[in-house]
């Protein structure tokens, strides 16, 4: 019988530690290489999104400071 392999990713929108929208992503495969070469491709461009969201933040932080 083959292993089933699933890679998750969940993305939780909270209001006052109440759960207002939980988003969940999905990859599943049957073989260990192809799940292996998904959680790669997913971390890199996880990773990716991430850096550039806290950029695209803190450049908005930064900018609000300076108008003050």
Do not use: P
Request: net charge negative.
């Amino acid at each position: 019988m083959a292993k089933g392999y699933r890679l998750a990713i969940n993305m939780i929108q909270e209001t006052d530690s109440a759960v207002d929208n939980n988003t969940i992503s999905e990859e599943f495969s049957d073989s260990e290489e192809m799940h292996l070469l998904k959680t790669k491709v997913w971390t890199r461009h996880f990773a990716l999104a991430l850096s550039n969201a806290t950029e695209e933040l803190i450049d908005l932080a930064l900018s609000n400071r300076k108008g003050k």
